[in-house]
């Protein structure tokens, strides 16, 4: 039986879009899945968002998230069950990553471009809501004939 060991891992999300529109809760969420299997994050970017070759769940476009992580060997499965049983996850691939250094993998990180890529979100989704949420001018009385 193989001894517990620490490998580096590379994993692909695909999230839908409607779960990408609050894509720092999905951020938070695919965080949460890595720390629950004992994973420490090296890098994560989001990769594209794109048309699916056919549809998921109904879905025809969605968001992928690339994620560089370390985890011990006997966490993997409970990892990807975690993923499997999520509801914001359309599916995941993960790989072992020997084959990258530390270097290269830091060269992908992209959570700086992420996180302003969240806050631009909240933002814009934020203006709107303020509009709607601003009482309307009142309409001003048509002048009197007379």
Known sequence: MPGRREYTYEAMFLLS???A???GG???HIKEII???HGEILAM???????????IDGQKRGVYILVYFKAPNDQ???????????????RVLILRADHLSPEEIQATDGRRE???????????AAAPAEAAAAPAAPAPEPASAG
């Open 17 to 19: 879009q409607a779960v």
């Open 45 to 55: 970017r989001k990769w594209d968002d794109r048309r699916l070759a056919y549809e």
């Open 76 to 90: 993997l499965g409970h990892i990807e069950r975690d993923c499997n049983l999520s509801e914001k996850v359309l």
């Open 21 to 23: 529109a609050d894509l």
């Open 35 to 37: 720390s629950r299997g």
């Open 114 to 124: 992420l996180e302003s890529e969240i806050r631009l979100r909240g933002t814009q």
């Open 26 to 28: 999905a951020v938070e």
